[in-house]
């Protein structure tokens, strides 16, 4: 996501013609939206898309059963021995 935004904010200095990024070869602002393609396709082959979005998920419900529980007075569980 940060190539994506340094993508924009170099296309749009580039546009407009703002500062040093006036002069630059195009090719060179446009490198970050292809390594912004490259690692998409990266983490969506390797499973790491995958992998974040079930870690939010089980973040997500461990906290909603904590505050159930919290709410039932149970109070937390540390563990079973």
């Known amino acids: 996501m940060y190539l994506l935004g340094l993508g924009i904010v170099l296309l749009?200095?580039?546009y407009l013609?703002?500062?040093p990024v006036a002069a630059?070869?195009?090719w060179v602002v446009l490198?970050?939206?292809g390594l912004a393609a490259?690692?998409?396709a990266w983490a969506d082959y390797s499973g790491y898309t995958k992998r974040k979005a079930v870690e939010r998920?089980?973040?997500r419900k461990k906290a909603r059963?904590?505050?159930q529980r919290e709410q039932l007075g149970l109070g937390t569980r540390k563990g079973r021995r």
Do not use: Q, S
């Open 31 to 33: 490198v970050p939206f």
């Open 57 to 59: 998920e089980n973040a």
């Open 38 to 40: 490259l690692w998409w």
């Open 12 to 14: 749009a200095m580039k």
């Open 65 to 67: 059963l904590e505050k």
């Open 24 to 26: 630059w070869d195009w």
């Open 17 to 19: 013609e703002i500062g």
